[in-house]
């Protein structure tokens, strides 16, 4: 069964930074496009990054551009989302997945990490 563990959230104050992991079992990790997504009480998981194959084109929510950085570690089945100048807005938590707009869909999605920004 293939599955992703996302890790890293926590509780942080305004302007702090956290580092986002996402790690699984994905047969040929290297080949497909990754995204990560958060999710609001109360509101659909929105897209916040993406990043393709290699890890050579990425795209960002216009909310989280220069704040945020996605990159992964294909050898590793991981992905990563660099979180700096964090905002209270940016409170939620956080999955990866496939990137549905290559994928066409999504694998069962993982716990999650939460992440909190108080101000």
């Known amino acids: 069964q293939e599955h992703l563990v996302e890790s890293g959230g926590g509780l942080v104050q305004a302007g702090a930074s956290l580092r986002l992991s996402c790690s699984g079992s994905?047969?040929?990790?290297?080949?497909?496009?990754m995204g990560w997504f958060r999710q609001d009480p109360g509101k659909a998981r929105e897209v916040v990054a993406t990043i393709n194959w290699s890890g050579g084109t990425t795209y960002y929510v216009d909310s989280v551009k220069g704040r945020f950085t996605i990159s992964r570690d294909n050898p590793k089945n991981t992905v990563y989302l660099q979180m700096d100048n964090l905002r209270p807005e940016d409170t939620g938590v956080y999955y990866c997945n496939l990137d549905p707009s290559v994928s066409g869909g999504f694998l069962d999605w993982g716990p999650g990490t939460q992440v909190t920004v108080s101000s």
């Open positions: 994905l047969r040929s990790f290297s080949r497909w496009d």
